[in-house]
């Protein structure tokens, strides 16, 4: 068996000549997939959670394998390198994140409050 997982992995990296780095990646990616499909599973990740993490980790993995792609939407937005175009995806996606989180902590510190301030009413 491992030496057919061998073969194919050769195979692979002869046929679409793939560097080190996109064949470490691609089996990265798979792994977070495998994982994010676990979590979900194990009800610790939501629909939308799930449904965002493997379009992000196939998204990375089309951008890892085709890099030229991204250089041709990067034009298409009127910025001149791929690598600036996704360094500001990554940046709004940061902040998007760091936004809903901020969000979400606020809504607990308030429920805490109230939780708080009943229970010590009750005494």
């Known amino acids: ?30 792994f977070a997939i495998v994982s994010v499909v676990n979590k979900r599973r194990e009800s610790s990740l939501g629909p939308k959670g799930m449904l965002f993490w493997i379009l992000f980790w196939v998204g ?5 394998m085709w890099p030229e792609s991204v250089q041709i939407i990067a034009r298409r937005f009127g910025i001149g390198r791929g690598v600036d175009f996704v360094i500001y995806i990554a940046l709004v996606i940061i902040f998007f994140i760091l936004f809903r989180l901020h969000v979400k902590f606020e809504e607990l510190k308030r429920d805490l409050t109230k939780v708080v301030r009943d229970k010590a009413l009750d005494k």
């Open 1 to 30: 068996m491992l030496s057919l997982l061998n073969f194919l992995l050769i195979y692979v990296i002869y046929k679409y000549m793939l560097s080190v780095f996109q064949v470490v990646f691609i089996l990265f990616a798979l």
């Open 60 to 64: 990375a993995s089309i951008v890892v």
